[in-house]
Nanobody, 118 residues
């Protein structure tokens, strides 16, 4: 069983920055595919970014260049640095983990709210 706990959400003005962090339990965190997703009420969950065990990353088009995902395999954490935030980035952000490189994501955190004011 893998437990994920997100932190770092909050209220920020447009153009500002936030750094989300996800702490993961599990003895083999190094092998996990880790991802960030976001979801607004009444909308489908949207992929934000992912990072593999070899530190290769993928970003959704609308986040590329503004968001940076990183992982620390000693601390068992995965972070999402979000810069140049826009009001449309307002969502609940979820951390997810897959025990295999290609997924699917089996474990999800409880989410952290990000609100960007205009």
């Amino acid at each position: 069983q893998v437990q994920l706990v997100e932190s770092g959400g909050g209220l920020v003005p447009a153009g500002g920055s936030l750094r989300l962090s996800c702490a993961a339990s599990g003895r083999t965190f190094t092998n996990y595919l880790m991802g960030w997703f976001r979801q607004a009420p009444g909308k489908e969950r949207e992929f934000v970014s992912s990072i593999k065990s070899d530190d290769s990353t993928i970003y959704a088009d609308s986040m590329r260049g503004r968001f940076t995902i990183s992982r620390d395999n000693v601390k068992n954490t995965v972070d999402l640095q979000m810069n140049s935030l826009k009001p449309e980035d307002t969502d609940v952000y979820y951390c997810a983990a897959a025990i295999t490189t290609l997924g699917p994501y089996q474990y999800w955190g409880q989410g952290t709210q990000v609100t960007v004011s205009s």
